[in-house]
């Protein structure tokens, strides 16, 4: 860290940056689930297409399902994901707008510091 700084200005800037590392983990959070979320749709599109039953890995087994009750779990699973994008995204946004304005005050603070 910069020495000189006054121990709140260094706080802000330990504070945005935990702020910075947070808000990158939301957007590879978000990355993921989109990508999850696609790779639903693809297998759901194979189970529309299939015909009789289906088999579904559970643990090391392979266990016999029928492509309604593989619809189903798909569905679900992918309105759950989506939700979870909901509220990452809601998440993302309000970090953004904090660091936003932590940036702006940290800014303000070292424009009026006298320079050295």
């Known amino acids: 860290m910069a020495g000189g700084l006054p121990a709140d200005i260094e706080q802000q800037v ?21 990508f999850q979320i696609e790779e639903i749709k693809l297998a ?8 009789g039953m289906l088999f579904k890995a559970a643990g090391g087994l392979l266990i016999q399902i029928s492509p309604e009750f ?7 699973k992918q309105e759950s994901f989506e939700l979870r994008l ?4 809601k998440q993302e946004k309000q970090l953004s ?17 006298p320079s050295e």
């Open 86 to 89: 909901t509220m990452l995204g």
């Open 70 to 76: 593989a619809k189903k779990e798909l569905s679900e």
């Open 97 to 113: 707008e904090k660091a936003a304005g932590l940036k702006a005050t940290l800014e303000a603070a070292l424009k009026k510091m």
């Open 44 to 51: 759901a599109q194979s189970v529309n297409s299939a015909t």
């Open 14 to 34: 330990r504070e945005f940056q935990q702020l910075q590392r947070t808000l990158q983990t939301v957007v590879a959070q978000k990355q993921q689930l989109t």
